[in-house]
């Protein structure tokens, strides 16, 4: 079973910066891509950024620029910089990994989410 915990969110003026991190634990599992979603009040779960184990990234285009993710494969964990934060950033982030499971079974597992508020 794996499990990921999430930390780093918080409130923030527009312009300033967090980091999000999060590690995944447990056994019997491979992880190839960690990454970050989010989800607004009334609005469906949308990808922020992903990377995977050989070290490509995809970024949402509203956050080039801005967010930068980055991934320790030994301790499975990836940490997503924000950085010139903007109040449309508010929203619920979710940390996410696929990868396989036991017996080469399909895993994608998700964080409790982190709440992260940009005030204008």
């Known amino acids: 079973q794996v499990q990921l915990v999430e930390s780093g969110g918080g409130s923030v003026q527009a312009g300033g910066s967090l980091r999000l991190s999060c590690a995944a634990s447990?056994?019997?599992?491979?992880?190839?891509?960690m990454g970050w979603y989010r989800q607004a009040s009334g609005k469906q779960r949308d990808l922020v950024a992903e990377?995977?184990?050989?070290?490509?990234?995809n970024y949402a285009d509203s956050v080039k620029g801005r967010f930068i993710i980055s991934r320790d494969n030994a301790k499975n964990t990836v940490w997503l910089q924000m950085n010139s934060l903007k109040p449309e950033d508010t929203a619920v982030y979710y940390c996410?990994?696929?990868?396989?499971?036991?017996?080469?079974?399909?895993?994608?597992?998700w964080g409790e989410g982190t709440l992260v508020t940009v005030s204008s």
């Open positions: 990377t995977t184990r050989d070290g490509s990234t």
């Open positions: 996410s990994a696929k990868g396989e499971g036991r017996g080469k079974t399909a895993l994608w597992v």
């Open positions: 447990g056994s019997g599992f491979s992880i190839n891509a």
